[in-house]
């Protein structure tokens, strides 16, 4: 039965590589199950039918048969129980891999979300200007705390999982400061992930489609 993934067909050059449907592309990469795209345009996310599909417009989304769903962290939990690649066999290290997944999302990912909001949608305003460096020494904690656990360790656990994969993809979210980079662990341990076929792969499929569907004027 056919994957259908919701992507966008193009986002400006600061959000390449980041668009959540990534993350999706690469947990199906390392599942090792075929996935075809939907592209998403403007005009569809604001349609009745898309949001039937996603009620809040946005990418990705899947589909699968009679399976629909919608956001990057219950899809990828959705294909990694289909997967040993993503999350063991054994039942408390399954379960370790999943405490990983929503830490990923909740304890670091927010952080992150906030700096993006100040730095590339709203730079120019006071309260921006006034918010930054407190956001930035909430990201050096979170970060430093995530450092702590990684050091001397490869992954988040004994082996990479989807914990792993979402991790890695949250970390690229301040690729334009040089936090992570500040912290050679979490730089190591991100560019291991990076450096799975997996992800290049799936970067690769998504870079691709932007490029095929770049509007003139951004050229």
Partial sequence: MAVHVGALPWVPPFAQGNVRDLRVRWALEEAGIAYVERLVSVDDQKSAAYRALQPFGQVPTFEQGDMRLFE????????????EMLLPADAVARERAKTWMFAALSSIEPYLMHLAQIDLFSAGEEWAKLRRPGAIADIQKRFGELAKWLDGRNYLEDEFTAGDLLMATVLRIPRHT?????????????????????????????????????PKAAR
Avoid: M, N, W
Avoid at 72 to 83: C, N, P, R
């Fill in 72 to 83: 990057s962290g219950a899809i990828v939990l959705h294909i990694a129980e289909q997967s």
């Fill in 178 to 214: 040089t936090l992570v980079e500040d912290e050679p662990v979490l730089a190591q341990y991100k560019k291991r992930c990076e450096a799975r076929p997996a992800f290049k792969r799936a970067l690769d499929a998504q870079l691709a489609t932007f490029a095929k569907h770049e």
